[in-house]
Structures are given as C-alpha cells and as structure tokens.
C-alpha cells in the first residue's frame, strides 16, 4: 500500500506541472489558429485521471472517511471537480476549435488547478 501513497504523492508534481503547462500554452496559442488537438493534452488528462484513481483507491483501502482534517470530505471531492472541470475544458476547447478552443482549454486547465492546490493538503 506504502506504493500507492508514494505514487499518488509523486504524480501529483507532474499533475501540477502539466496543468500550469497547459494553461501557459493554451494562452499563448489563444491567438493561433490550430484546434486544441496536441498528444500531450491527453498525456495530461491521463495523468489527472491515473493520480484521481489511486486516490480514490486509497480513499476506500485506507477508509479515508474515518479520518480527521481535510481528507475525508474536502480533498476527494474537490479533486473530482478538478478532473471533471479539466476534461470538460479539453472537450469543449477541442469542439470549438482554434484560438478560442485554446484559450477555453487555458481557462479551465487554470481553474482545475486553483481547485488542486486549494485541497491538497499539504
């Protein structure tokens, strides 16, 4: 189990990292013409999904409800927010297409973060 903690803590740096990434990129290309289509958007989103997942894992093997703090409520619902607020920016900036899908991904991959570092507990 001491595996799945040390992933879940670890993924979350890189969940962070291509989140910033793809609100920075994403509001630099909100002028360009390209739809929002690039492979490493959905590395990003199958990184979120993956650390969401072991999280929820943990959350159910640990029984999470019976602890104190924010991780019994707060932290698991606020990180699914998050991913949901990231997938449905990738799926709505992907439909519109061009400088305004980009800069609709940037938008929402901001907010998913600002919900993130809100509920980890650090």
Known sequence: M?????AHSGLRWLVLVGLIATAVVG????SSADSPEDRWLMWVAILFDIQVTIGIILYFV???WEQSGIIPIIHPLAMLVAVAV???GLS?????????GWR???IMAL???VVVLAAIPW
């Open 111 to 113: 907010i998913s973060l």
């Open 2 to 6: 001491d595996i799945l903690v040390e």
């Open 92 to 100: 709505r900036g992907r439909r519109e297409g061009g400088g305004r």
């Open 86 to 88: 990231f997938h449905i």
């Open 27 to 30: 509001f630099m290309r909100s």
């Open 62 to 64: 640990n029984q999470g």
């Open 104 to 106: 609709t991904v940037a």
